[in-house]
């Protein structure tokens, strides 16, 4: 079983990473944090998982949104969904747009909330924005999680490969346990969690946001010409009076 798994991801590498983790990533994360610790995916095989887990993320709940922004007529009907939305209205109703960042640590909703968010058309700029936040995070901790597990159990017992498959099914163990406290555990603590912190957090990366949108807004040309709506009334009215003195 060990080398089955191994010449998995040693097939497909982190493109495998990214794949799994446009479905169900928890468990893929884990394990490839294991799996990075060991150099499984070459040079800063950790980082390659993070970067490869967070688009793959990001991938999965774009197509969430989109499916809820094209079917939102439709997709209210289906049993899933129907499920989903008293926690989902529970958890925007506490937490804001947060709910999104959120949502990736509570089971069952995940999917659901993006759909939601395709649903009640939330600015594509904007859900994007705080998926990127959320997949980031979530792939960062769970990846570490996995990584310096292996690193504790390779320190103590040593080499994975030379002591075989004993070890393998430890730190396995471990992985599903930590698994298990996340969907079950740490899912209802965060919906019953006081909502200060995530709202000041929240008002943190909407002026970030802000300010990197209102940078795309302006273009070159908007800022070169005195003339155009981005002037000032006093450049604007200068100007006009120059025109009209050379006319």
């Given amino acids: 079983m060990e080398e089955q798994f191994y010449q998995l991801f040693e097939q497909y ?22 799996l990075a610790h060991q150099g499984r995916f070459g040079r800063y095989s950790f ?10 993320g990001m991938v999965g709940d774009t197509f969430g949104y989109v499916v ?12 899933f969904y129907k499920l989903a939305q008293p926690r989902i209205d529970r958890l925007v109703d506490k937490f804001g747009a947060a709910s999104i960042i959120v ?3 509570i089971y069952g909703i995940r999917a659901a909330m993006c759909v939601a968010n395709g649903v009640g058309r939330m ?49 396995l163990a471990g992985v599903i346990t930590f698994y298990l406290i996340e969907r079950f555990l740490l899912s209802d603590t ?13 008002e943190k990366f909407h002026d970030i946001e802000e300010k990197l ?4 807004s ?24 120059a025109r009209h003195e050379s006319g």
């Fill in 190 to 202: 965060i919906e019953d969690a006081d909502p200060e912190t995530i709202h000041r957090i929240e």
């Fill in 47 to 56: 980082l390659w998982v993070y970067i490869f887990g967070t688009l793959g």
């Fill in 213 to 216: 949108h209102l940078h795309t």
């Fill in 103 to 105: 949502s990736k640590y």
């Fill in 123 to 171: 600015p594509f700029h904007r859900f994007l924005f705080l998926d990127f936040i959320s997949c980031s995070v979530w792939v960062l901790i769970l990846t570490s999680v996995g990584f310096f597990f292996s690193g504790a159990v390779s320190t103590i017992i040593g080499d994975f490969r030379q002591i075989g498959v004993a070890v393998f099914f430890i730190v």
């Fill in 13 to 34: 590498g982190v493109y495998a990473v990214f794949a799994l983790c446009t479905v169900e990533g928890d468990i893929t994360l884990l394990l490839s944090g294991v």
């Fill in 218 to 241: 302006e273009t070159p040309a908007s800022a070169g010409d005195p003339s155009t709506d981005s002037a000032t009334p006093e450049r604007k009215k200068k100007v006009k009076t």
């Fill in 68 to 79: 809820g922004r094209a079917f939102r007529s439709t997709v209210k009907d289906y049993t």
